[in-house]
Structures are given as C-alpha cells and as structure tokens.
C-alpha cells in the first residue's frame, strides 16, 4: 500500500489548543496530503466526546499535540488507541525527549513528529502508517470485545453477573469466549463454577511473550464451551506491585471474539487499567443505599482518573420493584442512566452455584441476564420507562451530603 492509499482512507486532525504548532504542522503536511482536507481540533476532547469527535465507521489519523498537556494528552492517546484500527495517533511533540517518546509509544502512538517539523520525519511516518495498515488488512482480524465486569462494592453479585454473561455470549453464537477472573486479591471465580487449574493469570502475565495458542490452552480451563483463565488460589505477596494487565489483554483480544473480566473494585492502578483497557464496563450495584454511595464514590473516582463515562455501564442487580429505590431516582442521584435492572433471583443464584451451572435461561434472573447479553452484543434496547417515586428529593439530599 502506498503512503497516498493509506492517507486517502483517514480523515486527517491536528488536535493542538496550540494555534502556532497547529499551523505550522498543517503547513508541512499540505505538501504530503494532496487534496485530502486536514480538520483541526483547538482543545482536547473528554474521553467522553471521543466517540462523536472520532465517529466509528471513518478511518482518522490524529495528529496528537503532546507538549501542550503532556498529562491528559497521554491520558487521551490511551483512549484513542483503544479504538484501533479506525484511529491512529501520530504523537506530536515540541522537543527530542526520550522518555516522553516512550510514553507516546508505549500508550498507543503509531508514530512522532519532532517540531521543527520536515519533510523527511512526514516522509517516514507516513511510509510507516501505510506498512501498518497494509499488515492490519492482510490478517484481517477483529479484535474482540472486552466486557469489565465491576462491583460498587464488595457483595453486589459482579462475579455471578460475569460468569452467566460469559455463558449467554456463547449461548448466543459467540465461537470463542473468554472469561477471566482478574481479580487480584480475592478472586472468586473458581468457588462460583466449581473448578481448579494449576495456572492462573498470574502464569500468562509471567509468560506474555511466550502466549501462543497451546500455551493459552493449557491455561485455561473450559467450561460449557468457555474459556476460563482463574486468579491465584491464594493471595499473592507484592500483588499491588502489578499494575499492567495489558500483555495478557493485548493477546487475548486476538485470540477471542469476546472477553468478559470479572474485577475486583475500581480502585487501584490495577483495577484502573483494567477499566481504560474495556471497551464497555458495567458497573454493578443494587439499589440499597450502601451499595448506591459506594457506585457514587466509584463514578467519581473513575471520573477523576479519566476513564471515560461514556463506556461504563451502570447495572443495578438484584432490583425489586417494591423494595430499595427506583430506577429513575437511581439515575438521578448518581447522574448516570441505569443501563439495565436486573431481578432478584436467590433461589436461581443458590441452585447455581451448588451445582456450579449457569443459572438457567427458563428463570427470570437467566432471562434478564440473556436480554442484557443481547443489549450489549448490539440487540434492540429497552423502552420500558422507570415509575417516579416520592423518595427522590430525600435520596438527593443524602447524596449531595456525601458528595461534598
């Protein structure tokens, strides 16, 4: 592919809150781009806007001003890489820094300009993006979704949701389906279905170079037609010393067309690069008020860490009607849509897990787990709307207290 094939299927940004590096960038690069027209973004959007601002469906190539905002342009680059193939980051930088050019490399940049800009350094990054594309379209591998599956809080029934999430995306024609337990203090994965491995995800961080297909299936453990890759049977020593659950990621995404992680909390480093590296996260609650101010303080930390509101999924488990809160008081509160309610069930969740199955698709909690599996896979959404409930002005009260 030439560097004129490549550029003439992306719809070129300079995204700079730097009118002078801006203008001076778009002066070289009118030499390089013909005809193609080159749009300018003056700030940097939210990890929220990245969506509209980068609509799937168009290939762009962002040119990605770093030294203005060196922080929350790396924290953006992350983003943006995620949403591979259809944007590539071409990192642009004010000086020769080393460690800076790491970062950008190590967060997802395809490739860097130096300022002063020439010739030569387009030349060479654009000769690099067309071998990147022609070797991304001569495997012609999508790569799978990944599902984090979160609780508010310890006890909201997140493992159990993961699991039978798991199990409905195979059940609905999904070939290859991975679970895995990524919970690194207490993964609970193992008790819920009933089985054991001798290898854990601690044993494919350890041997990420090494992941091949035989590998990968020595460490894993099927059940009902799943992958399951478990935690530690017990908890490790320096566990919060790992932080990076990329290179395990990085390979399943090739290897499965959908990921479903059980976490263990929002907190952390861990935990947060679990989050960034999801393409949907469902943050699992129930309506009690506990539960709900722990989903609040969650919201706001993942917030204050830039993961993007726009891929967390607010699931409020184990809801009934006539007991706990309402789903549009819910909503309100936590200044977030409920994306789904899913029933109480005790009984169903009890017979699961003492005979370690799936919950069955013939109960109300298997069906609603079915339908949530279809909305997330891309089935129609639910219309019905929530009733209003006299405790709204009450619960925000409370909420606007804590918050504080």
């Given at each position: 592919m030439t560097n004129r094939e490549a550029l003439a299927s992306r719809r070129l940004i300079i995204m700079s809150p730097s009118a002078p590096t801006a203008n001076e960038l778009e002066t070289v690069l009118s030499g390089h781009v013909?005809?193609?027209?080159?749009?300018?973004l003056q700030a940097y959007p939210s990890p929220r806007d990245l969506p509209t601002a980068l609509a799937s469906g168009i290939r762009h190539l962002v040119f990605l001003d770093i030294s203005s905002e060196p922080e929350q342009a790396i924290d953006l680059l992350g983003e943006m890489a995620r949403m591979a193939p259809?944007?590539?980051v071409i990192a642009i930088l004010e000086g020769d820094d080393p460690d800076l050019i790491l970062r950008c490399l190590r967060a997802g940049a395809v490739e860097f300009l130096v300022h002063p800009f020439t010739d030569d350094q387009v030349d060479a990054a654009f000769v690099k993006l067309a071998r990147l594309q022609s070797s991304a379209e001569s495997q012609a591998t999508e790569l799978a979704k990944v599902f984090c599956v979160m609780p508010a809080k310890g006890g909201c029934g997140a493992t159990t949701m993961a699991a039978n999430l798991a199990f409905q995306f195979k059940k609905m024609g999904t070939k290859r389906v991975l679970l895995m337990d990524l919970d690194m203090l207490a993964g609970t994965l193992s008790f819920v279905?009933?089985?054991?491995?001798?290898?854990?995800?601690i044993d494919a961080l350890l041997r990420a170079s090494e992941l091949d297909r035989d590998l990968c299936s020595a460490m894993v453990t099927e059940v009902n037609g799943v992958d399951v890759l478990l935690a530690p049977e017990m908890m490790l020593d320096g566990a919060n010393a790992v932080t990076d659950p990329g290179p395990v990621l990085d390979y399943a995404r090739r290897a499965y067309d959908?990921?479903?992680?059980?976490?263990?909390?929002?907190?952390?480093?861990?935990?947060?690069?679990l989050?960034?590296?999801s393409g949907e996260l469902l943050l699992v609650t129930t309506n009690e008020l506990p539960a709900l101010q722990a989903a609040q303080r969650a919201l706001s930390y993942l917030d204050s860490n830039r993961v993007g509101r726009w891929k967390i999924r607010l699931i409020v488990n184990r809801y009934l009607r006539?007991?706990?809160l309402s789903r549009d008081v819910i909503a309100t509160a936590l200044h977030a849509e409920v994306f789904d309610a899913i029933p109480s069930d005790y009984e169903a969740v009890q017979r699961a897990l003492l005979d370690g199955k799936p919950i069955p698709s013939s109960t109300a909690l298997g069906k609603a787990i079915g339908q949530l599996a279809e909305r997330l896979g891309g089935g129609a959404k639910k219309t019905d709307a929530p009733k209003k409930s006299s405790s709204l002005s009450s619960l925000l009260k409370l909420f606007s207290r804590t918050s504080k």
């Open positions: 013909g005809d193609t027209t080159i749009h300018r259809h944007v590539h279905l009933k089985i054991k491995s001798t290898y854990s995800f959908i990921i479903v992680v059980d976490c263990g909390g929002p907190y952390g480093e861990w935990n947060l690069n989050a960034r590296s006539d007991v706990g």
